[in-house]
């Protein structure tokens, strides 16, 4: 692979670390130099902010880095009018946008994002992005590039021969009957990642993702939300949606009596198929804020 470099010229809605540390993403990692570096499927790539410019320096595998830069960054949607639209619906979600303005939602790959936000469950981002490194280090393919050695994230046939021991011994705990489990119904074909993809409908994609072994509700639409399936009008629920939705919106006394139905009620009604939007808009706002 080649070094390669494109520059976004003066994008309207990018911001490096509002798309990356908004909790969608386990990669990217900033320098000192506040520039950020990270990589995706066999892409490598640096990202430094120059004037209102960003410069993408790195190698990418099928040769048009601009190609895997516009289609990762979701460049073809326009969140301009997706935030003019959300800024209708009332004062909190004005606030949201104006903390958040550049996010943008990653179009991810499906099996990467299964399995980082199955290696999520219970645990934070600095544990979460440990596990994912040394599992790539461990079994995914060497990169190197100025001088320094990065990892493809591992793909089911490169984990076919893995025990639950040894993603035990990556630290993955508890999750590591899960990896393993989800990893074999993949390589058994029990469930079909590109049929997932191709399939319109969300709710039958989301039972299927549900049969996945430590893919829960909450999971599987950080699944459909943050991989390439890119189904905007779903709603994770954490411990921060549901304190941020609960205040802004139910106000019941007891957060722990605010049941996930009456919140995805609520979100559908407000927010309608950009939910998923409006729910990284006051998750970011309210955990980073």
């Keep these: 692979m080649k070094e390669q470099q494109y520059i976004l010229k003066e994008p309207k809605t990018f911001d490096l670390k509002d798309i990356f540390e908004c909790g969608q993403c386990f990669r990217w990692n900033e320098q ?7 990589i995706w499927k066999e892409n490598i790539v640096n990202i430094k902010k120059d004037g209102q410019d960003y410069v993408f320096s790195g190698m990418c595998k099928n040769g048009n880095l601009k190609e895997e830069i516009y289609h990762y960054f979701d460049l073809a949607r326009n969140y301009e009018q997706i935030k003019k639209e959300l800024s209708k619906k009332d004062e909190y979600m004005r606030t949201s946008i104006a903390y958040g303005k550049g996010i943008r939602i990653l179009n ?13 469950a219970n645990n934070n981002i600095p544990r979460i992005k440990g596990i994912i490194e040394r599992l790539s280090k461990a079994y995914g393919k060497e990169i190197e590039w100025k001088g320094k050695k990065y990892y493809t994230f591992p793909t089911p046939e490169e ?14 705990g508890f999750r590591d009957v899960r990896l393993y489990e989800t990893t074999k119904m993949i390589l058994e074909r029990k469930l079909d990642l ?11 994609v989301r039972e299927k993702l549900l049969t996945l072994s430590g893919v829960g509700p909450k999971v599987a639409d950080c699944i459909l939300l943050f991989s390439d399936l890119k189904r905007l009008e779903v709603f994770p629920i954490d411990v921060w949606v549901r304190r941020v939705m609960n205040d802004l919106y139910i106000q019941n006394e007891d957060e722990a009596k605010v049941s996930k139905k009456q919140i995805e009620k609520i979100a559908k009604n407000k927010f309608g198929n950009l939910a998923g939007l409006a729910q990284q808009y006051l998750f970011y706002w309210r955990r980073e804020a």
């Design 194 to 204: 590109q049929e997932l993809e191709k399939n319109p409908n969300t709710i039958e």
């Design 159 to 172: 984990l076919k021969d893995v025990t639950v021991k040894e993603y035990r011994d990556l630290g993955l």
């Design 108 to 120: 991810q790959d499906l099996w990467e994002t299964i399995i980082s936000f199955t290696i999520s």
């Design 32 to 38: 000192e130099d506040g520039s950020y570096t990270g």
